[in-house]
């Protein structure tokens, strides 16, 4: 796909100078969802390699435990809540997030020593422990992305239908239609895949961590108003996801959105 430097005609218009609330809390929420993947992403990795080069760690994670464990019924609670909210999803994630402050706020892990635990629980979580409850967490996330439901009108009617000419927007959000479908088919293929669960092997797990950039990105494309510098990003962090010999390729390298 060619760069975009070269369209700046087309994209130029798609920064409205006037100030619109929703818009910029709209910006505010997919500025969010984007930095909690990236975090989560990150522990979930940093974790993972923690256990498999000290996998008899001693180390408790148990405020760690519960910190993820809350920011898990959060999001559940605003799942299962939103259908009887009035507004759109950036309205009520305003709204709650007000109420909430910790709402999609992704805790650090920080585990303990035995001698610096206050309390004498018997009760110990181990990193092995720690990286299900994060694992739980991750498909939380993802619920929470496929319940932000698509709207027929959006950023597309911001160019008009009479144009045959694809603008950049259109341009991405064509390869990431076609990047998902092709995903979709490989997860088809997986035997015993189980949506409600974590992946069996690391292949599926990157299945699912692609799936839910996939989600992101589409979010994103979606905004009202959306920037440049914002498409660059889209373009960018889809490139990071490819195919090779029928297996997902996805370069795990974070990058923060452009707010």
């Not at 464990?69 to 997030?97: C, D, H, K, M």
């Not at 990431?176 to 292949?203: C, D, F, I, N, V």
């Not at 962090?237 to 390729?249: A, P, R, S, T």
Request: proline share 5%.
């Amino acid at each position: 796909m060619k760069k975009m430097q070269e369209a700046e005609d087309e994209t130029e218009h798609l920064q409205k100078p006037d100030n619109n609330p929703y818009q910029d809390l709209e910006t505010a929420y997919v500025a969010h969802i984007c930095l909690t993947w990236e975090a989560l992403h990150c522990q979930y990795t940093q974790l993972s390699q923690k256990i498999s080069c000290q996998p008899e760690n001693p180390a408790r994670y148990n405020h760690s435990a519960q910190q993820f464990q809350q920011f898990q019924v959060l999001l559940q609670r605003f799942i299962e809540n939103e259908p009887f909210e009035l507004g759109s999803r950036v309205e009520i994630y305003a709204r709650t997030r007000n109420m909430l402050p910790k709402l999609l706020q992704v805790p650090n892990v920080q585990g303990s020593d035995q001698t610096q635990m206050e309390d004498e629980s018997d009760f110990v979580v181990l990193a092995s422990d720690l990286i299900r409850i994060i694992e739980s967490s991750i498909l939380t996330f993802h619920l929470f992305l496929k319940m932000d439901k698509k709207k027929s009108s959006g950023v597309l009617n911001l160019f008009g239908g009479q144009n045959p000419t694809a603008t950049p927007l259109q341009q991405i959000q064509s390869f990431l239609e076609k990047k998902e479908m092709k995903l979709k088919e490989l997860r088809r293929k997986q035997k015993g895949w189980k949506k409600k669960s974590w992946p069996a092997t690391h292949p599926e797990v990157e299945m699912l961590f692609g799936l839910i950039d996939m989600k992101i990105l589409s979010r994103v494309l979606r905004m009202e108003r959306i920037t440049k510098e914002q498409l660059l990003w889209c373009e960018a962090k889809m490139n990071k996801l490819g195919f090779l010999d029928g297996k997902l390729q996805r370069d795990p390298l974070p990058a923060l959105f452009p707010g």
